[in-house]
């Protein structure tokens, strides 16, 4: 290694965890794995939905060439059909998880109440649908510990963070 030359400059890329934002079938082809966007966005897992879609991709491959069909269409079909839901309301549970306005809370009662630590744990792992989220009584269990007080300091953070932002500008 001592003598080891770089080939060119070190790149990053980051995980794509954007599905399903393109096409993923086409005449002769297809794609599968992290190349379709199939990565968790919450805990940054996609082994398991690389292996998946590729089984998937084989199967109706081998369907598609009994019947003479180039296109694939049904692949990029049956791939929306079954993971977009589940990317639909895991990027909704990353966004309330990340938003400035939540983090501080959400972080407080993961600690606090097992209720929504053992509920992102379920969603992220698949044992519990992310669209779980959207159920009123998912709701009122997320808001239920807020007091007066918690509120109250919520909005003095927020209002000095505003003051500073402005002051520095
Ligand atoms: C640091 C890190 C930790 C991770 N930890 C986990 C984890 O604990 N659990 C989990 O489930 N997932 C994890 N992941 C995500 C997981 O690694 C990927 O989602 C998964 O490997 C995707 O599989 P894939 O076959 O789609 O793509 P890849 O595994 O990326 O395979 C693509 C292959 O194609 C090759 N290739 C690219 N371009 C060309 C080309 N032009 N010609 C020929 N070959 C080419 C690449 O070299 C690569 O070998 C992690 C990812 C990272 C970066």
Redesign the pocket.
């Known amino acids: 290694m001592r003598f080891a030359q770089p080939e060119g400059p070190i790149k990053g890329y980051p995980?794509r965890i954007d599905f399903p934002s393109e096409r993923v079938a086409g005449d002769n082809w297809i794609v599968?794995?992290?190349?379709t966007g199939l990565?968790n966005p919450v805990t940054?897992?996609?082994?398991?939905?690389?292996i998946e879609s590729s089984l998937l991709g084989a199967e109706i491959l081998h369907d598609d060439m009994q019947f003479h069909t180039r296109h694939h269409i049904s692949y990029q079909r049956e791939l929306f059909h079954r993971f977009g839901p589940m990317f639909a309301g895991l990027n909704a549970l990353r966004n309330i998880l990340v938003t400035p306005l939540f983090v501080d809370y959400v972080l407080w009662e993961v600690n606090q109440y097992e209720f929504l630590a053992r509920s992102v744990l379920r969603i992220a792992q698949g044992f519990m649908s992310p669209q779980s989220i959207f159920h009123p009584l998912f709701i009122l269990q997320f808001f239920l510990p807020i007091s007066p007080r918690l509120i109250a300091q919520q909005i003095r953070r927020i209002y000095t963070f505003a003051q500073k932002s402005t002051t520095t500008l």
């Open positions: 995980l599968v794995g992290e190349a990565v940054g897992e996609g082994i398991d939905l690389a």
